[in-house]
């Protein structure tokens, strides 16, 4: 989803290590060594930090910090391969490791992470320079989407590596088989839908309610959809009482505890499995992911045809107005201490050169570059209202630090909780208090 600290700091990055991109709290730190790499060191060492000499004539090592583990021994050796073609004197590692944000926060905080990482949500714009260096100077082929959202005082810390929607990935064969000849426009209908998935022996959607991270779209962007505003976060940092269950947090996670009630979700949800539900997904096993245009490929990589695989945007509502939110992917950063010319160069080639934009399905961070994803056509066909994400607030960001308040923990007690409200109650109480300690 990142510094070099005063304990202060420390205890500011401990706080958010809830909010992962993965598996749950107590789940140890996994890595993934790429097949072609050496032994990863943290950092560069003086000895490795590399050299610019003249134009571009980078040398030294250039670690990256990915939660990409399904691509290791892969796509990184390939991408190692052609990279070091084009710059022979540097050598890349992939570094890959699950519960991503969690293991991020720890190693900036003790001041030992690599050259190239991707910059979370949980750090404060204001401390980018602490811990990065500004990426302006990267002569990009075209314009790039996002620039503006990791930037501090007129710098850029972090390029996006791609954009991204999020809707309704479905498999158009369990569609078939079910009976359902079109896509949902509003929500009763897309209940209408997930029943007869469930009368067809099909699981209408899958959640991965265990695993967590993917419970963040009910917590990023159904709300958006529902209040037609991506600033609903940052709005937190003005009320005690940001959750509420006629706010668009108490609307968006009431949708999923509907479908967990009629039983449109796995059977167990307590023992979801996230690579699992991939393979479930392309045999039609599961009719439907709430997620974005990224998981499309992964599915077809599961077994799925291209053609069988489809893309639509999510009904919150029974006005008939689809919305759907543009977001950013992760961002690229630069350790400020680290193989600063290499690392750039790196995110330079990712964007432009890798293609990982199109293996990711992802929307391309150049501007003038169009997706090859036959699903976003789809997707675009029905004519959604686009909501664009905004920069993050500092102070909200800080009161989530400090309130130490994992929301898809939230978001799976408010569905299981026999009172929805004592469990807003009750985070709302840490919400406020942190916010006393944060706005003097």
């Known amino acids: 989803m990142k510094k070099s600290l005063s304990l202060l700091l420390v205890s500011a990055l401990s706080l958010t290590m809830l ?43 250039v670690v990256f910090l990915t939660n990409r583990t399904d691509m290791v021994g892969k796509q990184y050796s390939d991408y190692k391969k052609r990279f070091e073609e084009k710059y022979p004197n540097v050598k ?65 810390y972090g390029v996006s590596s791609g954009g991204s929607t999020v809707g309704i990935v479905y498999n158009k064969k369990a569609f078939e088989k079910a009976g359902i000849t079109a896509v949902p426009k509003t929500l009763d209908e897309f209940y209408a839908a997930a029943q007869k998935l469930k009368d067809a022996g099909i699981t209408p959607l899958a959640s991965n309610f265990k695993d967590k991270w993917p419970l963040d779209t009910w917590i990023y962007d159904v709300p958006t959809m529902i209040g037609g505003a991506s600033d609903h976060q940052n709005k937190r940092a003005d009320s005690d009482t940001p959750y509420t269950m006629d706010g668009v947090y108490g609307q968006s996670w009431s949708i999923l505890r509907t479908l967990y009630e009629k039983g449109f979700l796995e059977k167990d949800i307590n023992s979801t499995n996230w690579e699992n539900s991939k393979k479930d997904v392309a045999q039609g096993k599961f009719g439907m992911y709430l997620l974005g245009n990224w998981v499309i490929n992964q599915v077809i990589e599961n077994g799925a045809a291209s053609e069988d695989v489809g893309f639509f945007p999510f009904p919150t509502d029974n006005s008939g107005t689809l919305k759907a939110p543009l977001n950013p992917d992760w961002f690229y950063g630069v350790n400020k201490n680290g193989n600063v010319a290499a690392a750039k160069a790196f995110v330079k080639w990712m964007i432009e050169e890798s293609g990982f934009d199109d293996f990711a399905g992802l929307i391309p961070t150049l501007k003038d570059k169009q997706s090859n994803l036959a699903q976003l056509a ?47 109650d009750k985070y709302n109480k840490l919400w406020a208090n942190a916010k006393k300690s944060v706005v003097k």
């Open 19 to 61: 909010a992962g991109c993965g598996s749950d709290d107590k789940k140890e730190e996994t890595k993934a060594a790429d097949t072609d790499k050496e032994s990863t060191s943290a950092a560069s060492t003086d000895t490795e930090a590399g050299s610019t000499d003249g134009a571009g004539d980078i040398s030294g090592k």
């Open 92 to 156: 890349i590692e992939f570094e890959a490791v699950t519960d991503y944000e969690k293991t991020e926060k720890i190693r900036i905080a003790t001041g030992e992470y690599p050259d190239v990482v991707l910059i979370g949500s949980g750090i404060p714009n204001s401390d980018f320079p602490k811990y990065f260096e500004p990426l302006d100077d990267i002569q990009f082929s075209g314009d790039i989407s996002f620039k503006d959202l990791k930037s501090y005082e007129g710098h850029m």
């Open 378 to 424: 789809e997707f675009n066909g029905y004519n959604p209202q686009y909501i664009e994400a905004g920069p993050s607030n500092d102070v909200a960001t800080s009161i989530q630090n400090a309130a130490q308040i994992d929301q898809g923990k939230v978001v799976q007690e408010f569905v299981l909780a026999p009172d929805q409200q004592s469990i807003l």
